[in-house]
């Protein structure tokens, strides 16, 4: 069965940085549109960054010069490299995954059919 698995997250202090990792089983990443998700205490699940088939990659506005998403595709790991942290970035983190194009999916939650468990990502002042 299809399972993600992430990896990475810890605590940082303002400035600095964390490369988060979702490893993907019985799924190629090259195959299927990925992306990163957050969410903190309160808030709703938002789109971080995301990457389709082609490699080509999208970045929310929020993150964008900060974040980076990257993937594996020998190795089917979908990265997250994170610079210049903000204690705003304070969340945990997902990765999700769908067979279809990006262009359906976008950041739309709710269109992902696989997900992670989540990897805390604390960033303090």
């Known amino acids: 069965r299809v399972e993600l698995v992430e990896s990475g997250g810890g605590s940082v202090q303002a400035g600095g940085s964390l490369r988060l990792s979702c490893a993907a089983s019985?799924?190629?990443?090259?195959?299927?549109?990925m992306a990163w998700f957050r969410q903190a205490p309160g808030t709703e699940r938002e789109g971080v960054a995301g990457?389709?088939?082609?490699?080509?990659?999208t970045v929310a506005d929020s993150v964008k010069g900060r974040f980076t998403i990257s993937r594996d595709n020998a190795k089917d790991i979908l990265y997250l490299q994170m610079n210049s942290l903000k204690p705003e970035d304070t969340a945990m983190y997902y990765c999700a995954a769908d067979y279809r194009r990006w262009e359906l999916l976008g950041f739309r939650r709710s269109a992902y059919k696989y997900w992670g468990q989540g990897t805390q990502v604390t960033v303090s002042s």
């Open positions: 990457i389709d088939m082609s490699g080509s990659t």
């Open positions: 019985e799924l190629s990443v090259s195959r299927f549109s």
